[in-house]
């Protein structure tokens, strides 16, 4: 039962000195009358997605700029504390505040074991070793530009995988190029397409001797194309190939090192015009593409960008 208009159900016994069942019922009543907020306040959405970019959470947010959403807030408070008494409604918001953070927070592992659990069927069904996140030290990067870099994590195969069977190409022509190719999961993914060649480009030593040995590792049977070659380099500094590439970021530095990376592909490319296909997964800096007059983006999302100079036909 509802007061007449005001949204807030009511009750028969008070709340101040109630059992803890009957505390924990009209919580969850007023948490329900609460939360989600009616259509009539003004909301903003939090959505956080895993990289597959399937949603993990949808969280209303309260905490809206819109003049007349705290307003409202308060007036609930208010009226809350008229009928339920003052401690009670405290209790009622700390219990809706930690509810909201045990949502929260269990959202989170589940985004982790979803990341997780992915890691492991790769690595189960090629037998090699991807997973996992690392941070490589300063010391072990080649070139300036570690403060720049984003630590390993591998990318989601699955959606490389759609990603390469979608685009238009012939992928016999095109040379498939890793910036930041860390343990090598983007690279394997590419092998079991008939790409003329594949490189991978990673500052760590390290990750590249794990991303050589998975080269080894994985089935020679599942790869299309043979002609792997992992390089220890800055990706500021790796020689931009000829030929037709497609070029694979899963989000590997930030804006300095992208934009430098972005000028050598336009460098490139107007010294010898062809097609360059750029599939950036997670796009932080998708503005700096967008920028670049010689691409055009074929497919806005907000996981996959993806670029393409459409140049030949290849
Ligand atoms: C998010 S991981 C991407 C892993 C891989 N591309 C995949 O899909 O599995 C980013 C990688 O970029 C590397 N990296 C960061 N800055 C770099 C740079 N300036 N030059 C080369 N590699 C870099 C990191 O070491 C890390 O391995």
């Known amino acids: 039962m509802y007061f007449h208009g005001s949204g807030i159900p009511s009750h028969s ?81 700390v219990a809706i505040a930690f509810q909201s953070i045990s949502r929260f927070v269990s959202s989170l592992w589940s985004a982790r074991s979803i990341t997780e659990n992915h890691d492991l069927e790769f690595d189960l069904k090629w037998g090699v070793d991807t997973g996992g996140t690392v941070v490589p030290e300063k010391s072990e990067v080649i070139g300036p530009n570690w403060i720049y870099g984003i630590k390993y994590q591998g990318c989601n195969s699955d959606d490389l995988d759609q990603a390469l069977t979608e685009i238009d190409t012939q992928h016999e022509c095109f040379t498939f190029v890793d910036f930041g190719s860390g343990k090598g999961r983007g690279i394997l993914t590419a092998s079991r397409f008939p790409f003329r060649k594949i490189i991978g480009v990673e500052y760590s030593e390290r990750l590249n001797e794990i991303a050589r040995h998975n080269v080894l590792l994985f089935p020679d049977s599942a790869k299309k194309c043979k002609d792997i070659e992992v390089v220890c380099a800055d990706a500021i500094r790796f020689p931009i190939p000829e030929g037709p590439l497609v070029i694979f970021l899963f989000c590997p530095f930030l804006r300095p090192v992208m934009t430098q990376v972005v000028q050598n592909v336009s460098t490139s490319f107007h010294q010898n015009p062809r097609r360059i296909v750029v599939l950036y997964f997670n796009p932080l800096f998708a503005d700096v593409w967008k920028k670049a007059i010689f691409m055009k983006e074929t497919r806005p999302s907000k996981n996959v960008a993806i670029y393409d100079t459409q140049i030949g036909v290849a």
Request: hydrophobic fraction near 40%; aromatic fraction near 8%; proline fraction near 5%.
């Open 13 to 93: 016994a008070p709340l101040v000195g109630c059992s803890a069942s009957n505390f924990a019922d009209s919580a969850r009543t007023l948490c329900s009358a609460w939360w989600p907020p009616p259509e009539s306040l003004c909301r903003r959405r939090v959505v956080l997605q895993t990289e597959s970019g399937r949603d993990i959470l949808t969280a209303l947010s309260l905490y809206n700029t819109r003049k007349g959403t705290m307003h409202s807030i308060v007036n609930r408070i208010q009226r809350a504390c008229v009928i339920y008494g003052m401690v009670a409604t405290f209790r009622l918001c």
